[in-house]
Structures are given as C-alpha cells and as structure tokens.
C-alpha cells in the first residue's frame, strides 16, 4: 500500500497527519447510513409538486377543487398560503415557497398536494387547473440589460433584469497595460453546470403533540434552513428542529433553503401529520442552482520582467430567476483572481442579470472556476508570444508568504513552489511542452482559493463555529458540532482533532453534527470553511478539556497544577490578527499550542517533570467528583483584517489554498475528441489532517473538472430545460478518469488548525484551463468555450486551417 504520509514532515502525531478512513465509510459501503428518504416516519403523507410548464406567465387562477375532494387527499397548498419570501442571503429574499401571480422559469413549484399514498397524490396534481396568461420571457444575459416594462423582479425598481453589479479597480490600470511588453484580450463563455450529486433532495417532517416539527433534510446549511424557515413559516425558531442525515453529495448545490422544505413544513403544521417528499431526478435539474452561465471578456497586461502588470473583466452572469447565492457569485468572479500571483493593477466589473431560466447559486469553486480559467489561458498566450516557458513563468509570480494582495487579503502561508517545481520535475515538463508529437501536449494552471469566509451570510457577532465537547463516565468522547458532513468527512476531522489533543483512540471518539437542537450553531458547510473553522473550535474545545482532566489528575499525583497564564494580545498581524483569546470564552487563539507538561497516550495521563501518572479514566472520575459534568466548548473567530472600500468582506479569508496542475492530452483531430491522459496536482493545503481524505478530494475535483471541461452543459430552448436527466446530461465516468499523480505540498499555516487549509473546492478551477492550455499545446487552437466539445474542437482546428491556406496562398 502506498505511503500517504510520505513526503510530509512528521510531527509526532499519534492520529492528525495519518491517513484515516471515514468515520462513516464503513456505514456507507454496507449499505446501513441513512440517508433523508431512508428515515421511516410513522404514516406520513406524501407530498407532491405542481410545477410550471411555462418559463415565463402570469397566473390567472388556480382551482385546486377537484383535487382536495379526491379520497387520501388531505390538503393542497398555493402561492396564497405563503406571506413570506425567502433566501440564502439576508439582502436578496425574493424566492417564494410557491410561485403566487407569475412564474419565473419553467419547474417554478406552483402547488402541492399532501395525500395518503403517492398515487393519489399524483393523480391530484392532474386535478389541479391553472389558468397561465403566457408573458415574454428574457433567456440571455445581455438581452436582460435591456431596458423592460415588465421586469421579472419589479420590486427593485429598476428599468432592467439587474440583480447586482460589482464594479472594484485598484492601482493604475492605464500604466499597468503601458508596462506590458504584450496586451493580450479575449471573450470566454461558459456553460450553466449541474451539480449532479447522487442524491435528489428530500425532505420529511415529524410533528409531535405540542406542534412542536422535527425537519429531515438534505441540506448543507441546517443552520440557515433553520432560520429561513422559521421566517417563512411565522413561527419561533425554538419548535423547529432542522436535522442533516447522511447526505449523498452536495458541491453547493444544497447549500440553499428550498421551497419543497418550507412546503413540507407547512403541511406537517397545517395537517398535524408526518409527511415526506422526495425529488425525481427531473425536478432536482428543474430546481439547478449551479454554475452560471458566464459571458466574460478578459484583458491581461504581461511583462516579461514583471510579470503580470494589469488584469481586467467585464463579466455578465446568467442568475436565472432568484438571487440565491448570486450576490457572493457577483463579488467571487473579480476578487478570486487575487490570487495565486501578484496582480497590481487589477479592475473588474461584473452583473448578475435575472433571467426566466432556473436559478444558479454555489458550486464547488464557488464564482472562482470560470474566471480562472480566462486567467490561466491569456497568461499562457502571453508566455507564447514573449517566448517565455509558462511552468517556470508561473513559478517566479506566485504570491509570498505573509504579504498583502492588491485588494488587501491576507496571505499568509504559500507552499505552491515546491509543489510546482517537483510537478515540473515529475512529468519531465521540459522534455515535453512543445515538443510532442502532433496530438499530444501537456499543459499547465494554477489556483486560488479561500479556506472559509471570514464573514457569515447571515450578519452577527457570533463565532464563525462553536463545538462543544463531553466526557461519559466511561471516558468516551462525544464531539457536538453543527458542521454539516456532506461526505468530505467533517466528522472524522472532528474526532481527529479531539482525539489528538485528549490522547484517545479515534474509535473513543462519537461526533453529533448537523442537529440544531442539540449542536451548537455553525454556520455550514460551504466555502471550504468546516475544517478551517470548525476544526480550530474542535481543538479549542479538546484543549479546555485537557486542561480540566490535567487538574484532576495534578489533584490525585498531588502535584500543583500548570498555570495557564492569560497571553497579552499579539503583536504579530500575520499571526492572529489583533484577537485576544479569552479561556472563559472558548477561544484560546489560533492554532494554540497545548503542550502542558503532560503526556495523553496509551490510556494514562503522565507528567514528564515528575515521572507519575494516573489513568485517563481516574482522571475523568476524579473531574466529575468535581463538576458533575464533564462539558466544554471552544470556538473559531476570524481575525479582522480586510479593507476599508465598499465590498472589501468579499473573499476574505483566514488562508488561502494554492494549486497547480500540469495536465497531459491527446486530442484526435480526426474526430475533436480530447482524452485527458494524466493529471499531475500539487495542493498547498497546509498541513494534511488526513491525507487518505484530501487524496480523495483531489481525485474528486480532478473528475469534475473534466465534465465542466469536454462535456458538462445546461441546455435551454427558450427557457425550457433540454437535459433534465443523467441520460441527457452528459457527466465522465470512471472510464474517463485519468492516470493521478498527487505531489505532497505543505504549508504549516499559522491560522489553520495543526497548520491545515482547505482541500475541498480550491483544486477544482485550475485543472480546466490545464487542459485548454495542454490542447493548444497538441493542436495549436485555443479554445474559450466551455465545454470543448467535439465540435467545437473541429471548428476551431478548421478555423486554424483555414488561416494557414490564407498565409501559404499570400507568400504564393
């Protein structure tokens, strides 16, 4: 078996840094987990959904008669039994639960239907008229800039479909492109992009008899369903209970509240009775919420000394019908390209345009993966035309460690060179990159990312998470956390933490998350913010509870304890960002250090000075004698840090992750098709928690990529869907996925919990531009249109043909 440690300094962990299987793997290969449908209510109704067959339509009426008359049905609900609007975000709820006076995209939820059995509730739907006055949709992003008399939100009284533009411009753009020794611009449009988790969205309600509804739901925020939810159905948030089950996959694309989770509600609490629902996999591609399609124009300033001098965007982003996340995704298409190399000069103007198509939201990469792959494209034709080697290019430009960015993020730990250079080493880049056989190239492209938002979604003043921790009687470890595990193995980093810090094994170790009455809040799992955040309150928590256990056991050696003085607040910007950590409070600062004195393993508590020790568990005896309980939480702030300018929160992070690829094709111009042969990823990502699971992730995102890449799109006619099903909608399989090598690249991160970042989203963006610049390299075309589908492959090689007849007939 390979070693998954090597390559990584060995720190003496007994369980951080080694690679450890999922908590919940075992759970899910038997076939045990459950998932939202699995739960079995005592005798729900089953919920089904009216949608819109139009994109665009005022309704006239609705006569839900004949449905609520027929036997099993017990209730129907409309657009008039919902006062409140809904969103992710506080300044953009303009959802509603059911569409009430018109609909915005064809699969907008119209009315539902709670009926004894799934057959009656199907046949009711059918009995359901709506009358629909069709209207002229909008279905393009530059047509909705247009000035309308009907826009599809009129109440933000605009004379056009803008949702939100972002216009941000730092240093001397006009000097930056006068510094240049080449100019280089081009269009790029991209695909919408489904989300394709395996599974659908579902929902179940239990009610109790004080009205009192426990929510069953995929979801990867219960935090915010919660709140939305509780606004939505006018009731205090204490008689809702949102729990997350395991989830069959997410990538953002269940990162929102849903209108199916606030009509399952609505039923349970109107009807008094259990209910369920669950999506076809139609109504999952109907409710989308993925990549927007995204028209941008780019424009690079590169100087061969300098390197790149100035980058500016003009980017319209298709939002479809809502706003979901789509303000983040304005701000997230300009301010990612930050990073990973300097950029001085730097404008960028985005809008987001609704449109009558469903609406688009967060997707892995979230707002990063389409401008990235601009960037890396135009910076690899500057190199062309300077003559300079694009690998070693990007090497020399990649951010320092503990600097500022142009717009004032953070950098603080940067790992990225050594990772690139023994990638350029491994695949012999300088033997290969143009010098290959017709057909076959090799390519590279680096990225970006956040390690979680240093701002919530929502605004307050809590921590970013809260964990809290527990000891039995018999010594077992229970770790609550309000993290969602949405299969990249939240839990297991949990346990991870708190059995490092308390010497336990991991199989001691028992992690509730995800469960709003009984975890403390957390904000969610998007972002790539869980390990980060999360991670560092789940360590904080396992250090206050060493340092309990360390008491009772200085008390049974009859030793005087370790005096944990109060640490002035630190001076080091880089290091914590001005926050004075506070014991009382959970918050013992980044990354603490916890060597005490002690020694936690093998079942014992030691004390190295004096060479005594007790067992852990007289230790834990003796700290509940003392407290009756043995509880603790800790917690994770972000540091203040960022700009003083309008939008300066977006894209603030604690860290950054940094990624390189270096891809390898072979593209058959017979037929365009582009088969990616090998795929070599170095990922700064800190410290390894768990290299088994970041291993995974890599893997995971290289696999995406290539859908996103050669063959994943949203089709739409008018505003109806083309490709509602895994049979139309085209994602790789296993065959597809190339040969992986996985270059071990650290970082000790002083933010991150054990010197951790993220691992999650980041590698996703940089491996598409690697393979568009790994074809120009085969082929000699650049292609700026996502995907590269086979024809576009063959119409850009005889464009290229094309031009050399012209230049052969012009020297003739």
């Known amino acids: 078996m390979t070693d998954l440690t090597k390559g990584y300094p060995d720190k003496g962990y007994k369980i951080i840094g080694k690679p450890v299987p999922l908590m919940d793997s075992r759970?899910?290969?038997?076939?045990?987990?459950?998932?939202?449908?699995?739960?079995?209510?005592?005798?729900?109704?089953?919920?089904?959904?009216?949608?819109?067959?139009?994109?665009?339509?005022?309704?006239?009426?609705?006569?839900?008669?004949?449905?609520?008359?027929?036997?099993?049905?017990?209730?129907?609900?409309?657009g008039t039994d919902f006062k409140n609007t809904f969103g992710v975000l506080t300044i953009s709820k303009d959802e509603p639960a059911l569409a009430r006076d018109v609909v915005r995209y064809e699969g907008e939820p119209v009315a539902a239907v709670a009926a004894e059995t799934p057959e009656i509730a199907a046949r009711a739907l059918d009995m359901i008229k709506v009358d629909y006055a069709l209207t002229d949709g909008v279905f393009d992003s530059r047509k909705a800039l247009k000035p309308t008399e009907h826009p599809l939100h009129p109440e933000l009284k605009r004379e056009n479909n803008l949702?939100?533009?972002?216009?941000?411009?730092?240093?001397?753009?006009?000097?930056?492109?006068?510094?240049?020794?080449?100019?280089?611009?081009?269009?790029?449009?991209?695909?919408?992009?489904?989300?394709?988790?395996?599974?659908?969205?579902?929902?179940?309600?239990?009610?109790?008899?004080?009205?009192?509804?426990?929510?069953?739901?995929?979801?990867?925020?219960?935090?915010?369903?919660?709140?939305?939810?509780?606004?939505?159905?006018?009731?205090?948030e204490h008689r809702i209970r949102i729990i997350k089950p395991h989830l069959g996959g997410g990538f953002g694309g269940k990162s929102d509240p849903f209108p199916h989770e606030m009509i399952a509600a609505k039923f349970a609490l109107d009807l008094g009775r259990n209910v369920k629902l669950k999506f076809s996999r139609e109504e999952v591609f109907f409710s989308h919420h993925g990549r927007h399609q995204t028209d941008l124009t780019m424009k690079l300033g590169f100087s061969k000394d300098k390197g790149i001098t100035a980058l500016g965007l003009d980017t319209l982003i298709d939002g479809g019908a809502y706003g979901s996340f789509g303000i983040v995704t304005t701000y997230y298409n300009g301010v990612l390209l930050q990073g990973p190399y300097k950029v001085p000069n730097f404008r960028f103007h985005v809008q987001r345009l609704y449109t009558n198509k469903p609406m688009c939201g967060a997707m892995r990469g979230h707002g990063g993966v389409n401008p990235r792959f601009a960037s890396e494209v135009l910076l690899d034709m500057a190199c062309a035309e300077t003559g300079l080697d694009p690998a070693e290019t990007r090497l020399k430009m990649i951010h320092k460690e503990n600097t500022l960015t142009t717009n004032e993020y953070r950098v603080t730990s940067v790992g990225l060179r050594n990772g690139l250079t023994e990638a350029i080493r491994r695949t012999n880049w300088h033997d290969k990159h143009g010098k290959l056989p017709y057909g076959k190239g090799i390519g590279v492209a680096c990225g970006f990312f956040i390690s979680g938002s240093a701002l919530p979604i929502h605004w307050n003043k809590l921590p970013a998470s809260t964990v809290r921790i527990t000891i039995d009687h018999d010594g077992g470890v229970t770790v609550f956390s309000g993290a969602a595990d949405i299969g990249q193995g939240s839990d297991t980093m949990l346990a991870q933490m708190a059995a490092e810090v308390l010497g336990q094994p991991l199989e001691n170790v028992k992690v509730i998350s995800a469960d709003t009455r009984t975890t403390p809040v957390d904000l969610g799992s998007y972002s790539s913010r869980v390990t980060f955040m999360a991670g560092n309150a789940s360590r904080n928590a396992a250090i206050r509870m060493r340092r309990m256990l360390v008491q009772a056991a200085c008390e049974l050696m009859e030793m005087i304890p370790p005096k944990y003085d109060r640490p002035e607040p630190p001076e080091d910007f880089f290091r914590q960002g001005g926050r004075k950590p506070d014991f009382e409070k959970g918050f013992l600062g980044a990354n603490p250090d916890y060597a005490d004195g002690f020694i936690f393993e093998d079942g014992l508590i030691r004390s190295e000075k004096h060479n005594a020790s007790v067992t852990f568990l007289e230790a834990v005896e003796k700290a509940l004698e003392q407290e009756g309980i043995l509880q603790v939480s800790g917690t994770y702030r972000a540091p203040k840090m960022g700009g003083k300018f309008k939008g300066s929160g977006a894209g603030l992070s604690p860290s950054y992750s940094f990624t390189a690829f270096i891809v390898e094709v072979t593209v058959d111009p017979e037929t365009g098709f582009i088969k990616v042969d090998k795929a070599t990823c170095a990922h700064d990502c800190g410290f390894p928690l768990n290299p088994l699971a970041v291993n995974g992730q890599i893997e995971g995102c290289i696999h995406m990529g290539l859908g996103q890449a050669l063959m994943e799109e949203m089709v739409y006619d008018n505003g109806a869907t083309q490709n509602p099903s895994f049979l139309e909608y085209k994602i790789p399989s296993a065959f597809e996925q190339p040969e992986v090598d996985i270059v071990p690249t650290y970082s000790d991160d002083s933010e991150g919990p054990f010197g951790a970042k993220e691992a999650g989203e980041g590698i996703l963006a940089p491996i598409i531009p690697a393979i568009a610049n790994a074809v120009y390299d085969a082929v000699g075309i650049r292609l700026t249109q996502l995907p590269m589908r086979p024809d576009r492959v063959l119409a850009a090689l005889a464009r290229e043909s094309a031009k050399s007849d012209q230049k052969r007939g012009a020297k003739a």
């Open 27 to 78: 759970a899910k290969v038997m076939g045990q987990a459950l998932y939202t449908d699995d739960i079995r209510l005592h005798n729900p109704l089953t919920i089904k959904i009216l949608r819109s067959p139009h994109p665009s339509a005022n309704i006239l009426s609705v006569d839900i008669s004949e449905a609520l008359a027929l036997k099993g049905v017990k209730g129907v609900l409309t």
């Open 163 to 236: 949702h939100k533009k972002v216009v941000q411009e730092f240093g001397d753009m006009a000097q930056g492109f006068e510094d240049a020794d080449v100019v280089v611009e081009k269009r790029f449009r991209f695909a919408s992009i489904n989300h394709a988790f395996t599974e659908p969205h579902a929902t179940q309600v239990e009610i109790d008899n004080k009205g009192n509804i426990t929510v069953y739901s995929a979801t990867q925020v219960p935090h915010y369903l919660h709140m939305a939810m509780a606004e939505v159905l006018e009731i205090p």
